[in-house]
Nanobody, 124 residues
Framework: QVHLVESGGGLVQAGGSLRLSCAAS????????MGWFRQAPGKEREFVAA????????DYADSVKGRFTISRDYAKNTVYLQMNRLKPEDTAVYYC?????????????????WGQGTQVTVSS
């Protein structure tokens, strides 16, 4: 059984940084894409960032480009999201996602596995 477990969320002031981690177990995703989505209260889940199975092609939502960086440790089957210069509008529950196909996708329906989510709150 596949599990994705996120960690690293919390409360931070605007302009601060957080690093999210997501560890996968139950199967390896070395050849599959992994990424992050987020969902704010009253809003739909939206794409944040993803990295392909070969690790070459990252993709970011326009709202986080230049502030967030996605990285992967293939040996640890883990994906990270470094979030810098956080803004109050970044407040949301952040979800890790993984798919068996190597290419990235910004569509939540393209991902096969999901974590339980971790709360990120940015105060002004």
């Amino acid at each position: 059984q596949v599990h994705l477990v996120e960690s690293g969320g919390g409360l931070v002031q605007a302009g601060g940084s957080l690093r999210l981690s997501c560890a996968a177990s139950g199967r390896t995703f070395s050849s599959g894409a992994m990424g992050w989505f987020r969902q704010a209260p009253g809003k739909e889940r939206e794409f944040v960032a993803a990295k392909s199975g070969n690790g070459i092609i990252p993709d970011y939502a326009d709202s986080v480009k230049g502030r967030f960086t996605i990285s992967r440790d293939y040996a640890k089957n883990t994906v990270y999201l470094q979030m810098n210069r956080l803004k109050p509008e970044d407040t949301a529950v952040y979800y890790c996602a993984a798919r068996t196909y190597y290419s990235v996708s910004s569509a939540s329906s393209a991902y096969d596995y999901w974590g339980q989510g971790t709360q990120v709150t940015v105060s002004s």
